[in-house]
């Protein structure tokens, strides 16, 4: 029973790691569309959403039949119970390059955001999928030093969404209605999709060394 067990857990990790290798092609995709004005990435990215949530779901009802079948106690414990949190993250960031695309479909053929910020996005986007990569290899090896370098280029993305509204609110914006919601969306989505990484390489980092207080995060 107990190798039974340990298979199972490594089933859980692998499906950890496709789904968040579908991410970081969902998030490469949509940066793409997004900066580019490429509406044939931003359809793709937006119907290749339902596999991620499609897997999601399955992880989740896997670890819940692991919960109820083999009742694991302390450590294992905690590895299914994070399975579904992670999932539930990796989900979200999903859903959060889902919104991306959808802005640029949205706005084709026109870019949507002004030029002044386009250098701005194109860095957050660079950023997203960095740290999109590196979460899938902090899934699939574990090694802790990933998740300090997640942390440090979500950082980065913090200021940069700072620098957006902080653009979007001065008195020499002269973007429309339009291109200030435009930009404030899509500068959160950016931001929220790095957050959840943040989030799952705490956990991950909390699981490899035991050490909760080591790593912020949400």
Same mark, same amino acid.
């Given at each position: 029973?107990?190798?039974?067990?340990?298979q199972e857990?490594?089933?859980?990790?692998?499906?950890?790691?496709?789904?968040?290798e579908?991410?970081v092609?969902?998030?490469?995709?949509?940066?793409?569309?997004?900066?580019?004005?490429?509406?044939?990435?931003?359809?793709?990215?937006?119907?290749?959403?339902?596999?991620?949530?499609?897997l999601?779901l399955?992880?989740?009802?896997?670890?819940?039949?692991?919960?109820?079948?083999?009742?694991?106690?302390?450590?294992?414990?905690?590895?299914?119970?994070s399975?579904l949190?992670? =999932?539930a993250?990796?989900? !979200?960031?999903? /859903?959060? $390059?889902?919104? @991306? +695309?959808?802005?640029? *479909?949205?706005?084709?053929?026109?870019?949507v955001?002004p030029?002044?910020?386009?250098?701005?996005?194109?860095?957050?986007?660079?950023?997203d999928?960095?740290?999109?990569?590196?979460?899938?290899?902090?899934?699939?090896?574990?090694?802790?030093?990933?998740?300090?370098?997640?942390?440090t280029?979500?950082?980065?993305?913090?200021e940069?969404?700072?620098?957006?509204?902080?653009?979007?609110?001065?008195?020499?914006?002269?973007?429309?209605?339009?291109?200030t919601v435009?930009?404030?969306?899509? =500068?959160?989505?950016?931001e !929220?999709?790095? /957050?959840? $990484?943040?989030? @799952? +390489?705490?956990?991950? *980092?909390y699981?490899?060394?035991?050490?909760?207080?080591?790593?912020?995060?949400a």
């Amino acid at each position: 029973m107990r190798d039974v067990f340990q298979q199972e857990l490594r089933e859980v990790q692998d499906r950890l790691v496709e789904i968040a290798e579908l991410v970081v092609i969902s998030i490469e995709n949509a940066t793409t569309a997004f900066n580019e004005s490429d509406v044939r990435l931003a359809d793709e990215v937006i119907a290749d959403d339902d596999r991620i949530d499609t897997l999601a779901l399955a992880l989740d009802e896997l670890a819940i039949e692991i919960l109820a079948r083999q009742q694991p106690v302390a450590r294992d414990l905690r590895i299914v119970v994070s399975t579904l949190r992670i =999932s539930a993250s990796l989900e !979200r960031m999903g /859903d959060l $390059a889902e919104h @991306i +695309a959808q802005l640029a *479909r949205y706005r084709f053929p026109e870019k949507v955001v002004p030029a002044s910020l386009r250098p701005t996005f194109t860095e957050m986007g660079r950023l997203d999928v960095e740290i999109a990569r590196k979460l899938a290899d902090l899934l699939r090896t574990q090694d802790v030093d990933l998740a300090e370098a997640i942390r440090t280029e979500d950082d980065r993305v913090d200021e940069l969404h700072a620098g957006v509204f902080a653009e979007v609110l001065g008195a020499s914006w002269k973007g429309e209605a339009s291109d200030t919601v435009d930009a404030t969306l899509a =500068s959160r989505y950016h931001e !929220r999709f790095a /957050d959840h $990484a943040v989030s @799952i +390489a705490k956990k991950v *980092r909390y699981l490899a060394t035991g050490d909760w207080s080591s790593s912020d995060g949400a």
